[in-house]
């Protein structure tokens, strides 16, 4: 892991001083668990869930207040402020700060989306079949949330449907029983499948 946060904080800035990464993938397919040790690795970067730009009513319309609250900001090297949404009150509570660090982590499903990814330093995608994935958010969020879930398995099919962000990935993130595998992705071995490893970078167990 911290082999590749060095690679990352080794590359160019792609949104004013920031590096920004994105972790993409199908909900379930541990995209927080993963930014958060990223994170850790990288001296602890700052995170943004894509869970605090969300909200019932926008499941995935929110590129307007992603843009304005945080891209824009980061872009003028200023700190972004983005009010995050509580999804048991359904309501957004007040401004939180997120600095234009080195490294701004994004994580969330359609981190990657089509508006996002000219200002990415890199692009990773959480290689998780979406079934399995979701089977696994499933289990996770119990039987209260049953019909949450059947409402955006929908939602999640129409926008990678629309806006896929895996074939746009510049590495796949494997989980394994001990660490991650991390791959090439589609965007840097022009289509090939998850078989091809960057032997010059991260392809090995972290």
């Known amino acids: 892991m911290h082999d590749l946060a060095a690679r990352l904080h080794g590359l160019p800035p792609s949104l004013g001083p920031v590096?920004?990464?994105?972790?993409?993938?199908?909900?379930?397919?541990?995209?927080?668990?993963?930014?958060?040790?990223?994170?850790?690795?990288?001296?602890?970067?700052p995170v943004l869930h894509l869970d605090d730009i969300a909200s019932h009513e926008q499941l995935f319309a929110w590129t307007d207040r992603l843009m304005t609250q945080v891209i824009e900001p980061l872009a003028r090297g200023e700190s972004a402020r983005y009010t995050p949404y509580d999804w048991r009150?359904?309501?957004?509570?007040?401004?939180?700060?997120?600095p234009a660090a080195p490294v701004v982590l994004i994580e969330g499903?359609?981190?990657g989306r089509r508006a996002v990814r000219p200002h990415l330093a890199r692009l990773l995608w959480m290689e998780l079949p979406r079934e399995e994935?979701?089977?696994?958010?499933?289990r996770r969020d119990g039987a209260e949330q049953r019909e949450f879930w059947e409402g955006w398995v929908a939602a999640e099919?129409?926008?990678?449907?629309?806006?896929?962000s895996r074939p746009h990935a510049d590495l796949l993130v494997l989980q394994?029983?001990?660490?991650?595998?991390?791959?090439a992705?589609?965007?840097?071995?022009?289509g090939a499948g998850p078989g091809v490893t960057l032997r010059d970078g991260p392809s090995r167990m972290w």
């Open 133 to 138: 994935s979701w089977a696994r958010g499933r």
């Open 19 to 45: 590096r920004l990464i994105a972790v993409d993938g199908h909900a379930g397919s541990g995209k927080s668990t993963f930014a958060g040790r990223l994170a850790h690795a990288l001296g602890g970067a």
């Open 185 to 190: 992705g589609p965007a840097m071995t022009g």
């Open 176 to 183: 394994r029983q001990q660490g991650y595998e991390v791959l």
């Open 157 to 164: 099919r129409a926008h990678f449907a629309a806006d896929p």
């Open 89 to 98: 009150t359904r309501a957004f509570g007040a401004p939180r700060p997120l």
């Open 109 to 111: 499903v359609g981190a």
